[in-house]
């Protein structure tokens, strides 16, 4: 049987308790949409060019449990885990699996503009709001793995940030993994910033236990006119973990979005990035970071689509690759026909400490106008030996010569990071992540 089959003949035999237990018109009308791309298309294999260095029918063979029955988690997760940044303060929420557990606050604005609703708290308080959103931007480029998030989807989170606000609170998501059995979860968010609006979002996903665990999580951002987004995703999972992440964004005139992606631990990642910039003057700067050793394996997959005129894209990935792990970065700057004034910066550059590390670098091209400045390029190599025996000379020890000039490889990426406090515990969490020691965050029992 093929790994898309058992999800398929899941879906049919559990229509019934997927659509009641969700509830949501919105979510179940596209359910049967998804199941025929599914069942036509299949998953996407090493010959689809966004997933070519990534087996997904391979990640997805193993049998892996479902919450169906939406049961909630034992324990709260706001005492039990309590992971946060030292002097950040943010509105937040924790997903245990896929299954959203109920806010410390009633979800209300707070008197910032700034709403945190589960899907069906949105519907309940906002009828038609969700389905003017949500499966949109997603539906315009097919994708598999999208399709089956789709399919199995039972709730989410949406982040609404009301017309002219500027909220001075970052939302803060908390995704655990955790169970005693291999489990699936399929996480769900929209995020809209209205016209003139601005704020942030951090996406943390961290996993308690070792058993493996399978995540698809579709993310999609709604950036309108004049408005700022700043997203961050942070990954601290283990190594029997496989999570697939899709971010759509979709940015109207004169908008703004910062986009960091920071891989810390890991199994296997691939996170793919689609970002359309449909009206003039629309500027997106997307970075991130990764550190894997041993057998893990992380993939970022980016198409930057300048479809408006003087739209801006910077683009920056650094990977520190260490034992057999693997590293893919793909990124693709797609001007369409109009698209006059465009400007693109690519940037991937990657550091292999050892000879059975390897990464793969495919920055992109594809213009179809004239007056435009693009650039890209990618770099893959060692330790800089000179800049490594000059340290030496001056009484450094080698062991700490290569962690300070990987730190210093990787804090390119982390300078870019707009929140201070979280700039700063990261390139912590980075010094750690090289030493091999990674401790805790404030309170919480996830580190060891």
């Not at 989410?156 to 017309?163: S, T």
């Not at 910077?314 to 797609?334: I, Q």
Request: hydrophobic share 40%; aromatic share 6%; with cysteine.
């Amino acid at each position: 049987m093929s790994s898309i089959q058992q999800y398929l003949d899941l879906f049919a035999s559990q229509r019934t308790l997927l659509d009641e237990g969700c509830g949501l018109d919105p979510l179940n009308a596209r359910r049967d949409e998804a199941a025929r791309m599914l069942d036509a298309t299949g998953l996407p294999g090493r010959r689809t060019e966004r997933y070519k260095y990534t087996d997904v029918e391979a990640a997805l063979a193993p049998d892996y449990g479902l919450n169906l029955r939406r049961l909630a988690p034992g324990a709260d997760p706001y005492a039990r885990y309590r992971c946060n940044v030292p002097d950040l303060h943010t509105r937040l929420r924790y997903v245990v699996g896929d299954v959203v557990t109920p806010e410390r606050t009633d979800g209300n604005d707070g008197g910032e503009g700034v709403q945190v609703l589960t899907f069906a708290e949105a519907e309940r308080t906002m009828p038609g709001w969700l389905d003017r959103y949500y499966h949109r931007a997603a539906a315009r480029t097919p994708d598999g793995l999208t399709a089956l998030n789709t399919l199995l989807a039972q709730d989410g989170l949406v982040v609404r940030i009301a017309a002219g606000t500027q909220a001075a609170t970052p939302v803060q998501i908390v995704n655990m993994a955790d169970g005693t059995a291999p489990l699936m979860s399929n996480r769900r968010v929209v995020v809209v910033a209205e016209r003139g609006a601005a704020g942030a979002v951090l996406f943390c996903d961290h996993a308690r236990s070792g058993q493996p665990m399978l995540t698809t999580q579709v993310v999609e951002a709604y950036v309108e006119e004049g408005a700022s987004l700043d997203l961050y995703s942070v990954e601290e999972t283990h190594t029997a973990n496989t999570r697939f992440s899709h971010l759509y964004v979709e940015q109207q005139a004169a908008s703004r979005t910062a986009l960091g992606t920071i891989t810390l631990t890991n199994g296997l990642t691939c996170n793919r990035t689609d970002v359309r910039l449909l009206g003039q003057g629309a500027t997106t700067s997307a970075y991130g970071a990764a550190i894997a050793d041993g057998h893990q394996h992380v993939d970022n997959n980016l198409l930057v689509d300048h479809a408006a005129p003087g739209c801006t894209s910077d683009l920056l990935f650094k990977y520190v690759l260490d034992g057999a792990a693997v590293g893919a970065y793909a990124g693709k700057v797609l001007v369409r026909e109009g698209a006059q004034q465009s400007l693109s910066e690519q940037t991937n550059a990657n550091l292999c400490a050892s000879d059975e590390a390897r990464a793969f670098a495919q920055p992109m091209l594809e213009i179809y106008a004239d007056d435009v400045k693009c650039n890209h390029g990618s770099t893959v190599g060692k330790l800089d030996e000179s800049a490594l025996f000059y340290m030496r000379q001056r009484g450094i020890e080698e062991h700490e010569a290569r962690l300070l000039l990987q730190h210093a490889f990787v804090n390119d990426v982390l300078r870019r990071v707009g929140i201070g406090s979280l700039r700063e515990r990261l390139s912590y969490l980075v010094e750690m992540r090289f030493r091999g020691r990674l401790t805790k965050c404030n309170g919480c029992s996830l580190c060891k």
